[in-house]
Protein backbone atom coordinates (compact mmCIF):
# COMPACT_ATOMS: atom_id res chain seq x y z
CA UNK A 1 0.00 0.00 0.00
CA UNK A 2 0.93 3.37 -0.87
CA UNK A 3 0.50 7.27 0.97
CA UNK A 4 0.59 9.82 -0.77
CA UNK A 5 0.81 13.41 -0.29
CA UNK A 6 1.12 16.69 -2.04
CA UNK A 7 1.80 20.45 -0.37
CA UNK A 8 -0.49 22.89 -2.48
CA UNK A 9 -0.05 26.85 -2.40
CA UNK A 10 -2.43 29.14 -3.49
CA UNK A 11 -0.29 30.18 -6.64
CA UNK A 12 0.03 27.08 -7.72
CA UNK A 13 -3.17 24.85 -6.83
CA UNK A 14 -4.73 24.92 -10.48
CA UNK A 15 -2.13 21.97 -11.20
CA UNK A 16 -3.22 19.63 -8.99
CA UNK A 17 -6.24 18.81 -11.17
CA UNK A 18 -3.57 17.25 -13.58
CA UNK A 19 -1.56 15.14 -10.85
CA UNK A 20 -5.58 13.85 -9.68
CA UNK A 21 -6.16 13.03 -12.97
CA UNK A 22 -2.49 11.12 -13.58
CA UNK A 23 -2.92 9.25 -10.05
CA UNK A 24 -6.85 8.51 -11.37
CA UNK A 25 -5.54 6.94 -14.73
CA UNK A 26 -2.42 4.86 -13.53
CA UNK A 27 -3.40 3.61 -10.19
CA UNK A 28 -4.76 0.85 -8.79
CA UNK A 29 -7.49 2.41 -5.84
CA UNK A 30 -7.13 -0.62 -3.88
CA UNK A 31 -3.37 -0.64 -3.48
CA UNK A 32 -3.05 3.53 -2.42
CA UNK A 33 -3.88 3.30 1.15
CA UNK A 34 -4.60 7.49 1.72
CA UNK A 35 -3.98 10.30 -0.80
CA UNK A 36 -3.37 13.81 0.97
CA UNK A 37 -3.58 17.63 -0.19
CA UNK A 38 -2.13 19.83 1.86
CA UNK A 39 -2.64 22.93 1.94
CA UNK A 40 0.67 25.83 2.88
CA UNK A 41 -1.41 28.77 2.54
CA UNK A 42 -2.05 31.91 5.12
CA UNK A 43 -5.76 32.00 4.39
CA UNK A 44 -6.38 28.32 3.98
CA UNK A 45 -10.25 28.49 3.98
CA UNK A 46 -9.58 30.61 0.43
CA UNK A 47 -7.16 27.41 -0.58
CA UNK A 48 -9.53 25.01 0.63
CA UNK A 49 -12.86 25.79 -1.41
CA UNK A 50 -10.57 26.73 -4.76
CA UNK A 51 -9.24 22.83 -4.11
CA UNK A 52 -11.96 21.22 -3.28
CA UNK A 53 -13.67 21.46 -6.48
CA UNK A 54 -10.79 19.62 -8.32
CA UNK A 55 -11.11 16.64 -6.28
CA UNK A 56 -13.77 14.89 -8.62
CA UNK A 57 -10.53 14.46 -11.06
CA UNK A 58 -9.29 11.72 -8.61
CA UNK A 59 -12.32 9.42 -10.10
CA UNK A 60 -12.47 6.09 -7.68
CA UNK A 61 -9.47 7.38 -6.01
CA UNK A 62 -11.78 10.36 -4.34
CA UNK A 63 -12.94 8.76 -1.14
CA UNK A 64 -9.31 7.98 -0.11
CA UNK A 65 -8.42 11.84 -0.60
CA UNK A 66 -8.31 14.38 2.00
CA UNK A 67 -7.26 17.84 2.50
CA UNK A 68 -5.60 19.35 5.79
CA UNK A 69 -4.44 22.18 7.09
CA UNK A 70 -0.83 22.76 8.51
CA UNK A 71 -1.84 23.11 11.74
CA UNK A 72 -2.91 19.31 11.90
CA UNK A 73 0.15 18.41 10.52
CA UNK A 74 2.23 20.43 12.89
CA UNK A 75 0.35 21.67 15.84
CA UNK A 76 -1.80 18.57 16.59
CA UNK A 77 -1.52 16.99 19.94
CA UNK A 78 1.96 15.58 20.57
CA UNK A 79 3.58 17.25 17.63
CA UNK A 80 5.66 19.68 19.59
CA UNK A 81 7.73 18.85 22.52
CA UNK A 82 8.10 22.50 23.36
CA UNK A 83 6.40 25.99 21.79
CA UNK A 84 8.59 29.04 23.11
CA UNK A 85 7.42 32.17 23.36
CA UNK A 86 8.86 33.68 20.29
CA UNK A 87 7.42 31.06 18.74
CA UNK A 88 4.56 31.06 19.08
CA UNK A 89 4.43 34.72 18.10
CA UNK A 90 7.15 34.52 15.32
CA UNK A 91 6.07 31.01 13.67
CA UNK A 92 2.46 30.34 14.81
CA UNK A 93 1.42 33.98 14.86
CA UNK A 94 3.07 35.44 12.30
CA UNK A 95 0.27 35.91 10.12
CA UNK A 96 -1.22 38.75 12.88
CA UNK A 97 2.13 40.39 11.92
CA UNK A 98 1.84 43.41 9.31
CA UNK A 99 4.31 43.80 6.99
CA UNK A 100 6.18 40.83 8.59
CA UNK A 101 4.15 37.92 7.20
CA UNK A 102 4.52 36.18 3.99
CA UNK A 103 1.96 34.00 2.10
CA UNK A 104 2.83 30.29 3.67
CA UNK A 105 1.01 28.50 6.46
CA UNK A 106 0.16 30.49 9.28
CA UNK A 107 2.03 33.36 7.45
CA UNK A 108 5.40 32.15 7.26
CA UNK A 109 7.90 31.67 4.40
CA UNK A 110 6.05 29.76 1.77
CA UNK A 111 9.16 27.97 0.61
CA UNK A 112 10.29 27.04 3.87
CA UNK A 113 6.87 26.30 5.60
CA UNK A 114 6.31 23.68 2.18
CA UNK A 115 9.41 21.76 3.58
CA UNK A 116 8.14 21.54 7.17
CA UNK A 117 4.89 19.74 5.77
CA UNK A 118 6.04 17.74 3.67
CA UNK A 119 8.20 16.38 6.76
CA UNK A 120 4.82 16.98 8.72
CA UNK A 121 2.69 14.55 6.20
CA UNK A 122 4.12 11.54 7.97
CA UNK A 123 2.14 12.02 11.06
CA UNK A 124 -1.21 11.59 8.50
CA UNK A 125 0.05 9.20 6.48
CA UNK A 126 -1.20 5.16 7.14
CA UNK A 127 0.97 3.44 5.14
CA UNK A 128 4.88 2.92 6.10
CA UNK A 129 5.47 3.14 2.03
CA UNK A 130 5.17 7.08 1.49
CA UNK A 131 5.54 9.09 -1.85
CA UNK A 132 5.80 12.34 -1.31
CA UNK A 133 4.85 15.46 -4.67
CA UNK A 134 4.35 18.56 -5.49
CA UNK A 135 1.78 19.89 -7.51
CA UNK A 136 3.64 19.83 -10.77
CA UNK A 137 3.87 16.04 -10.29
CA UNK A 138 2.46 14.26 -13.25
CA UNK A 139 2.59 10.06 -13.57
CA UNK A 140 3.05 8.93 -16.92
CA UNK A 141 2.17 5.23 -16.98
CA UNK A 142 0.76 2.61 -14.50
CA UNK A 143 2.38 2.22 -11.35
CA UNK A 144 2.57 0.51 -8.02
CA UNK A 145 4.76 0.00 -4.75
CA UNK A 146 7.69 -1.72 -6.41
CA UNK A 147 8.10 1.57 -8.37
CA UNK A 148 9.25 3.22 -5.25
CA UNK A 149 9.94 0.36 -3.09
CA UNK A 150 12.19 -2.39 -3.16
CA UNK A 151 11.50 -5.98 -2.01
CA UNK A 152 13.84 -4.96 1.14
CA UNK A 153 11.74 -2.47 1.91
CA UNK A 154 14.24 0.61 1.30
CA UNK A 155 12.92 3.49 -1.22
CA UNK A 156 14.13 3.44 -4.50
CA UNK A 157 15.71 6.82 -5.25
CA UNK A 158 18.35 7.66 -7.33
CA UNK A 159 21.79 8.95 -5.51
CA UNK A 160 23.57 11.76 -6.87
CA UNK A 161 27.10 13.91 -6.16
CA UNK A 162 26.91 16.68 -4.06
CA UNK A 163 27.86 19.20 -6.86
CA UNK A 164 25.91 22.48 -6.70
CA UNK A 165 26.44 24.99 -3.65
CA UNK A 166 22.84 24.60 -2.94
CA UNK A 167 22.95 20.89 -2.72
CA UNK A 168 26.25 20.80 -0.52
CA UNK A 169 24.60 23.62 1.49
CA UNK A 170 21.21 22.04 2.14
CA UNK A 171 23.03 18.50 3.19
CA UNK A 172 26.24 20.67 5.71
CA UNK A 173 23.18 22.90 7.59
CA UNK A 174 21.25 19.54 7.74
CA UNK A 175 24.55 17.49 8.72
CA UNK A 176 25.08 20.41 11.62
CA UNK A 177 21.55 20.69 12.53
CA UNK A 178 21.25 16.67 13.78
CA UNK A 179 25.14 17.36 14.88
CA UNK A 180 26.20 14.59 12.72
CA UNK A 181 30.24 14.74 11.31
CA UNK A 182 30.07 15.59 7.83
CA UNK A 183 31.51 13.00 5.55
CA UNK A 184 33.98 13.68 3.00
CA UNK A 185 31.60 15.20 0.72
CA UNK A 186 34.10 14.73 -2.36
CA UNK A 187 33.11 11.12 -2.53
CA UNK A 188 29.60 10.86 -1.05
CA UNK A 189 26.56 10.50 -3.07
CA UNK A 190 22.98 11.78 -1.78
CA UNK A 191 19.20 10.92 -2.67
CA UNK A 192 18.20 13.36 -5.16
CA UNK A 193 16.08 15.98 -3.73
CA UNK A 194 13.65 16.12 -6.44
CA UNK A 195 10.09 14.58 -6.49
CA UNK A 196 8.52 11.97 -6.51
CA UNK A 197 10.32 11.34 -3.08
CA UNK A 198 9.62 7.80 -1.72
CA UNK A 199 10.31 7.59 1.56
CA UNK A 200 9.51 5.08 4.47
CA UNK A 201 6.92 6.50 7.30
CA UNK A 202 8.79 5.73 9.81
CA UNK A 203 12.18 7.49 8.80
CA UNK A 204 10.51 10.24 8.65
CA UNK A 205 8.29 10.45 11.99
CA UNK A 206 12.22 9.26 13.54
CA UNK A 207 13.29 12.42 12.02
CA UNK A 208 10.86 14.43 13.15
CA UNK A 209 11.37 12.76 16.79
CA UNK A 210 14.77 13.92 17.33
CA UNK A 211 14.02 17.47 16.20
CA UNK A 212 11.26 18.00 18.61
CA UNK A 213 13.94 16.79 21.19
CA UNK A 214 16.43 19.59 19.55
CA UNK A 215 14.34 22.50 18.90
CA UNK A 216 10.86 21.97 20.19
CA UNK A 217 9.08 21.24 17.01
CA UNK A 218 10.38 21.05 13.12
CA UNK A 219 8.39 24.65 12.14
CA UNK A 220 10.92 26.01 14.71
CA UNK A 221 13.91 24.46 13.15
CA UNK A 222 12.65 26.06 9.72
CA UNK A 223 11.82 28.84 11.21
CA UNK A 224 15.52 29.52 12.73
CA UNK A 225 18.24 31.12 11.39
CA UNK A 226 19.49 27.65 10.48
CA UNK A 227 18.94 26.67 6.56
CA UNK A 228 18.55 22.71 6.22
CA UNK A 229 16.65 21.30 3.60
CA UNK A 230 13.74 18.66 4.22
CA UNK A 231 15.18 15.88 2.25
CA UNK A 232 19.13 16.46 3.20
CA UNK A 233 17.80 16.22 6.63
CA UNK A 234 16.69 12.81 6.03
CA UNK A 235 20.19 12.04 4.43
CA UNK A 236 22.04 13.45 7.64
CA UNK A 237 19.96 11.42 9.92
CA UNK A 238 20.69 8.07 7.76
CA UNK A 239 24.33 8.90 7.25
CA UNK A 240 24.86 9.21 11.05
CA UNK A 241 24.20 5.46 11.27
CA UNK A 242 25.35 4.09 7.99
CA UNK A 243 27.01 5.42 5.13
CA UNK A 244 25.60 3.39 3.13
CA UNK A 245 21.92 4.37 3.89
CA UNK A 246 20.99 1.14 4.51
CA UNK A 247 18.17 -0.04 5.41
CA UNK A 248 16.20 3.49 4.15
CA UNK A 249 17.55 4.26 0.83
CA UNK A 250 18.18 1.77 -2.20
CA UNK A 251 20.44 3.25 -5.15
CA UNK A 252 18.20 3.20 -8.31
CA UNK A 253 18.20 4.58 -11.97
CA UNK A 254 16.38 7.75 -12.46
CA UNK A 255 12.69 7.41 -14.19
CA UNK A 256 11.63 11.20 -13.60
CA UNK A 257 11.65 13.88 -15.99
CA UNK A 258 11.12 17.04 -15.29
CA UNK A 259 10.46 20.90 -17.40
CA UNK A 260 12.13 23.89 -15.57
CA UNK A 261 12.20 27.12 -16.48
CA UNK A 262 15.55 28.03 -15.82
CA UNK A 263 16.67 24.88 -18.60
CA UNK A 264 17.59 26.28 -22.31
CA UNK A 265 14.93 26.01 -24.80
CA UNK A 266 17.88 23.04 -26.42
CA UNK A 267 17.64 21.11 -22.68
CA UNK A 268 13.51 21.63 -22.91
CA UNK A 269 13.50 20.47 -26.45
CA UNK A 270 15.84 17.55 -25.81
CA UNK A 271 13.74 16.41 -22.65
CA UNK A 272 10.38 16.93 -24.61
CA UNK A 273 11.70 14.56 -26.97
CA UNK A 274 12.00 11.68 -23.96
CA UNK A 275 8.46 11.93 -23.49
CA UNK A 276 7.63 8.52 -25.81
CA UNK A 277 10.20 6.63 -23.80
CA UNK A 278 7.68 4.14 -22.05
CA UNK A 279 9.71 3.67 -19.16
CA UNK A 280 9.42 7.12 -17.71
CA UNK A 281 7.05 7.03 -14.53
CA UNK A 282 6.19 10.81 -13.64
CA UNK A 283 6.95 14.32 -15.64
CA UNK A 284 7.61 18.11 -13.35
CA UNK A 285 5.41 19.88 -15.16
CA UNK A 286 6.14 23.54 -14.71
CA UNK A 287 4.06 25.71 -16.53
CA UNK A 288 6.56 29.00 -17.15
CA UNK A 289 8.56 25.99 -18.84
CA UNK A 290 6.20 25.18 -20.59
CA UNK A 291 5.24 29.08 -21.57
CA UNK A 292 9.25 28.89 -22.94
CA UNK A 293 8.52 26.35 -25.89
CA UNK A 294 7.84 27.04 -29.06
CA UNK A 295 4.38 25.92 -30.38
CA UNK A 296 5.27 22.78 -31.94
CA UNK A 297 6.90 21.40 -28.71
CA UNK A 298 4.23 22.75 -26.48
CA UNK A 299 1.70 20.68 -28.91
CA UNK A 300 4.17 17.61 -28.27
CA UNK A 301 3.67 17.51 -24.25
CA UNK A 302 -0.08 18.02 -24.48
CA UNK A 303 -0.20 15.42 -27.61
CA UNK A 304 1.74 13.35 -24.71
CA UNK A 305 -0.80 13.29 -21.82
CA UNK A 306 -3.49 12.90 -24.35
CA UNK A 307 -2.20 10.00 -25.89
CA UNK A 308 -1.69 8.34 -22.26
CA UNK A 309 -5.15 9.12 -21.43
CA UNK A 310 -4.73 11.62 -18.73
CA UNK A 311 -5.77 15.13 -19.73
CA UNK A 312 -6.81 16.54 -23.44
CA UNK A 313 -5.02 19.97 -24.63
CA UNK A 314 -7.70 22.21 -23.48
CA UNK A 315 -7.74 21.11 -20.00
CA UNK A 316 -3.88 21.09 -19.53
CA UNK A 317 -3.63 24.23 -20.79
CA UNK A 318 -6.44 25.75 -19.07
CA UNK A 319 -4.49 24.18 -15.91
CA UNK A 320 -1.17 26.12 -16.85
CA UNK A 321 -2.84 29.22 -17.62
CA UNK A 322 -4.63 29.24 -14.19
CA UNK A 323 -1.74 28.64 -12.40
CA UNK A 324 0.57 31.33 -14.56
CA UNK A 325 -2.32 34.26 -14.28
CA UNK A 326 -1.52 33.57 -10.59
CA UNK A 327 1.83 32.97 -10.02
CA UNK A 328 2.48 36.35 -12.62
Request: positive net charge; charged residues 25%; proline residues 6%.
Amino acid sequence: MLSFSTVVYSKDYPLLELQARSIARFADPARIATIHVILNDINEPALRARVEPLLSAYGPLQPKVRIIGGDDLLLGPGHCARRSLSDRILIENRHRIPFVRKGGWRGNNGYRSQQVLKLGAAREAEAEQMVILDTKNLFLRPFDAADFFAPSGAAKIPFIDVGSDFHRNWLLESLDALQVTAPDLKTLKTTTFSTPFPVRRSLVLALLDEVNDRYGSVQALFGSRRRPSEFMLLNAFCLRSDPSFHPWFEPAPSNALGLWPTYSQQKLADLVSRLGETELLSLGLHNRAISKLPHDLREQVFNALSDRGISDREKTQAALNATSALSG
